[in-house]
């Protein structure tokens, strides 16, 4: 069982910077992977890291404004998430698997585990 708690998020104005945290506890994971899910949208991923190899990778819509992070001693994950924009408005929303394909890393289905969710408001 892996239990994921995200903290961080609030609203912010456009331009702005926000980190989000994800604790996680219980068992190893695989990966672990930052989506987002806007009003009448479907869940978007944002960013993915290895554990192990601590590999990244990103949406299109976020690449060179977003990062994400791991402090395996603390069992931390992060986003850091710069130049905000409105269209970044959402409920952001952590993701554990515990043995999955990388290159599934957008979808849903590849997940096991799921935090409860941090609105994250971008006002223009």
């Known amino acids: 069982q892996v239990q994921l708690v995200e903290s961080g998020g609030g609203s912010v104005q456009a331009g702005g910077s926000l980190t989000l945290s994800c604790e996680v506890s219980?068992?190893?994971?695989?990966?672990m992977a930052w989506f987002r899910q806007a009003p009448g949208k479907e869940r978007e991923g944002v960013a993915v890291?290895?554990?192990?190899?601590?590999?990244?990778n990103y949406a299109d819509t976020v690449k060179g404004r977003f990062t994400i992070s791991q402090d395996k001693s603390k069992n931390m994950v992060y986003l850091q998430m710069n130049n905000l924009k409105p269209e970044d408005t959402a409920m952001y929303y952590c993701a554990c698997a515990s043995s999955a394909v990388y290159s599934r890393w957008v979808n849903p289905p590849t997940y096991n585990y799921w935090g409860q969710g941090t609105q994250v408001p971008v006002s223009s």
């Open positions: 890291i290895g554990r192990l190899t601590g590999s990244t």
């Open positions: 219980g068992d190893i994971y695989n990966l």
